[in-house]
């Protein structure tokens, strides 16, 4: 009787120290492991039926009562009537920080996610009207209030996750919006110090699903664009998103033989002509933003003016607002308007020469350079006969 006794005391504690201790932590292969069983689909886990994007709807409630019983501070390790749940490794529930996973046997699923860095949190977007979350609570954790709970935006509530001895798969939350429809949330560490953040799983009603983080809209920084052939030009783009980390996007050229881009968004001039340069979000929501791409060839020559004369006044207002007014030729004022372009799509050099001959020392021929970035404007006046 004696050795009995022994044996079970062991097994006892060696399942509770499975709960509350992290001396139990597994290899880095093991948790990849416990990662990959997680997502799989259409197997039944834990007490429920698995809906086919891994959820597991509840069929029983707390203590078998018949409505739902349970409360705030209660383990809860089945999801109740009326509500599913998603194990915190669902690949929609987003964790936007330093986040790392514990495995211990007493988690749901046997693992859970946790963060020891002020600002991190975990963000899910969903359809439905209510969510629960569940989460240990601990004694290595501050006893005070440091999660801040944001539906659709809004601070609404603060969780407190300590506890004086360990506690594994707690419902620590419990919200309901006014109305069924999409909603985002995001649970985000506000501690001052002490691993303060972690949950294990999420509850929300069983006829709502999660919603895979998508992109709400795309920008570039230009919508039209005018290069020379052989000039280059970076075209950036904008993501906004609701819940989405992945911000990243796809370039392509409506036609490569007039203009390139590569996966940054430069975009290199070919031959002339016109080209749509067009950016497309990565993340499944498709969203694209382009811009138009007008090519000429660095040798057509600038068209001349219609002009009554070969001689004009050529205006120059500086940044200064000092106004230099130069009697050139058309020539000139062709060549001058060809170097702006040029100078204005960044290349050529940084001035312009006027060769200035006054008529009091005609032996004597000044030359005034004009500085493209001290330019703010100019005018060309035509001389007519």
Same mark, same amino acid.
């Given at each position: 009787?004696?050795?009995?006794?022994?044996?079970?005391?062991?097994? =006892?504690?060696?399942?509770?120290?499975?709960? =509350?201790?992290?001396?139990?932590?597994?290899?880095?292969?093991?948790?990849?492991?416990?990662?990959?069983?997680?997502?799989?689909?259409?197997?039944?886990?834990?007490?429920?039926?698995?809906?086919?994007?891994?959820?597991?709807?509840?069929?029983?409630?707390?203590?078998?009562?018949?409505?739902?019983?349970?409360?705030?501070?209660?383990?809860?390790?089945?999801?109740?009537?009326?509500?599913?749940?998603?194990?915190?490794?669902?690949?929609?529930?987003?964790?936007?920080?330093?986040?790392?996973?514990?495995?211990?046997?007493?988690?749901?699923?046997?693992?859970?996610?946790?963060?020891?860095?002020?600002?991190?949190? =975990?963000?899910?977007?969903?359809?439905?009207?209510?969510?629960?979350?569940?989460?240990?609570?601990?004694?290595?954790?501050?006893?005070?209030?440091?999660?801040?709970?944001?539906?659709?935006?809004?601070?609404?509530?603060?969780?407190?996750?300590?506890?004086?001895?360990?506690?594994?798969?707690?419902?620590?939350?419990?919200?309901?919006?006014?109305? =069924?429809?999409?909603?985002?949330?995001?649970? !985000?560490?506000?501690?001052?110090?002490?691993?303060?953040?972690?949950?294990?799983?999420?509850?929300?009603?069983?006829?709502?699903?999660?919603?895979?983080?998508?992109?709400?809209?795309?920008?570039?920084?230009?919508?039209?664009?005018?290069?020379?052939?052989?000039?280059?030009?970076?075209?950036?783009?904008?993501?906004?998103?609701?819940?989405?980390?992945? !911000?990243?996007?796809?370039?392509?050229?409506?036609?490569?033989?007039?203009?390139?881009?590569?996966?940054?968004?430069?975009?290199?001039?070919?031959?002339?002509?016109?080209?749509?340069?067009?950016?497309?979000?990565?993340?499944?929501?498709?969203?694209?933003?382009?811009?138009?791409?007008?090519?000429?060839?660095?040798?057509?020559?600038?068209?001349?003016?219609?002009?009554?004369?070969?001689?004009?006044?050529?205006?120059?207002?500086?940044?200064?607002?000092?106004?230099?007014?130069?009697?050139?030729?058309?020539?000139?004022?062709?060549?001058?308007?060809?170097?702006?372009?040029?100078?204005?799509?960044?290349?050529?050099?940084?001035?312009?020469?006027?060769?200035?001959?006054?008529?009091?020392?005609?032996?004597?021929?000044?030359?005034?350079?004009?500085?493209?970035? !001290?330019?703010?404007?100019?005018?060309?006046?035509?001389?007519?006969?």
């Amino acid at each position: 009787m004696k050795k009995r006794f022994k044996v079970t005391l062991v097994v =006892f504690l060696v399942v509770v120290l499975g709960c =509350f201790s992290q001396a139990f932590a597994a290899t880095n292969q093991n948790t990849k492991l416990n990662r990959i069983v997680k997502q799989i689909r259409n197997v039944k886990l834990l007490d429920g039926t698995t809906t086919d994007d891994g959820g597991v709807v509840g069929t029983s409630n707390l203590n078998g009562t018949a409505d739902n019983s349970a409360k705030v501070g209660e383990v809860l390790k089945n999801p109740e009537i009326g509500w599913k749940r998603y194990d915190d490794s669902n690949i929609k529930i987003l964790k936007i920080g330093n986040w790392a996973n514990e495995i211990l046997a007493g988690y749901y699923n046997g693992g859970q996610f946790y963060s020891n860095t002020i600002g991190d949190s =975990f963000k899910f977007k969903f359809y439905g009207s209510k969510f629960r979350i569940i989460a240990s609570v601990y004694n290595n954790r501050i006893n005070d209030y440091q999660n801040e709970v944001l539906a659709d935006g809004n601070s609404v509530d603060k969780i407190n996750t300590y506890n004086s001895t360990g506690i594994c798969q707690v419902l620590v939350y419990e919200y309901t919006f006014n109305s =069924f429809g999409t909603h985002v949330v995001e649970i !985000k560490d506000i501690a001052k110090d002490g691993r303060a953040i972690g949950f294990d799983a999420v509850d929300i009603d069983s006829t709502g699903y999660l919603i895979n983080p998508s992109a709400t809209g795309i920008t570039l920084n230009k919508t039209a664009d005018s290069l020379t052939v052989g000039q280059t030009d970076t075209i950036t783009s904008t993501v906004t998103s609701d819940s989405s980390t992945n !911000k990243n996007v796809t370039w392509t050229s409506s036609d490569p033989s007039i203009a390139t881009v590569d996966s940054t968004g430069k975009v290199t001039a070919v031959k002339a002509g016109t080209a749509t340069i067009t950016a497309t979000t990565t993340d499944g929501s498709n969203l694209s933003a382009s811009c138009t791409v007008t090519v000429t060839d660095s040798s057509t020559p600038t068209p001349t003016p219609t002009n009554n004369s070969d001689k004009s006044v050529l205006n120059i207002t500086m940044t200064n607002g000092q106004v230099k007014q130069y009697n050139v030729t058309m020539d000139t004022v062709n060549k001058f308007i060809s170097w702006y372009r040029l100078r204005s799509a960044g290349s050529g050099d940084p001035f312009y020469e006027f060769d200035i001959t006054q008529t009091s020392s005609p032996d004597i021929i000044k030359t005034d350079y004009v500085v493209f970035d !001290k330019i703010s404007s100019f005018e060309v006046d035509d001389y007519t006969k």
